[in-house]
């Protein structure tokens, strides 16, 4: 898609100016150089908010494109961005980041793979650090249905509590007058 949309034939519907408003109401610490990972980072809005908060910030798309995308529209940035993909990610990423950022891409993904990202995501969480996780919700018990997106359950938000990782809060979000108007915002510490 982000070809595409390079190419003047499509929009990417989440490519937007400014770093997601829900990211941006959690109340985070100063980054003081600690390590961030923004996981599917797009043209890289978030990863430059968290750069902001002075973390020394990684992110990450499968998109080769949108990693483009994401250095040509931010010259000059501390943030290091990289073609990686959430499946297969380098070894040293391992429980190596103090926050990890995980906004909108497991939705995106069918039952089948979201099961094996979800813990992926996990495993990048330091010792000490926290998961923020943003997403589309239901209250359904499942998520079958028209996609992508497909919004995620419960059960799948919990999920996330793995590996050590424990859930510091799990809030179910208002966001009347967008297209997806319930979502999660929750945070894990390890």
Not at 13 to 35: I, K, T
Not at 69 to 74: F, S, T, Y
Not at 147 to 155: A, D, E, N, Q
């Amino acid at each position: 898609m982000y070809a595409e949309s390079r190419a003047g034939q499509a929009e990417v519907p989440w490519d937007v100016p400014a770093p997601s408003a829900h990211l941006r109401a959690l109340d985070l610490p100063a980054g003081e150089g600690r390590r961030a990972l923004v996981v599917g980072c797009g043209p890289g809005r978030d990863a430059e908010y968290l750069a902001g908060l002075g973390y020394r910030v990684t992110a990450f798309d499968i998109s080769a494109t949108a990693i483009d995308l994401a250095r040509e529209r931010h010259p000059g940035t501390t943030v290091d961005y990289l073609v990686a993909d959430l499946l297969d990610p380098p070894a040293d990423w391992r429980h190596a980041f103090d926050l990890v950022l995980e906004s909108n891409n497991i939705q995106a993904l069918p039952a089948p793979i979201r099961a094996a990202a979800i813990p992926a995501v996990g495993a990048f969480v330091a010792p000490g650090g926290t998961l923020i996780v943003l997403a589309a919700a239901t209250t359904r018990i499942d998520s079958a249905g028209d996609g992508p997106p497909w919004p995620l359950t419960r059960v799948e938000i919990d999920a996330f509590a793995a590996d050590g990782l424990r859930p510091a809060s799990v809030d179910l979000v208002d966001a009347t007058g967008t297209t997806l108007p319930t979502r999660w915002r929750a945070v894990f510490t390890r």
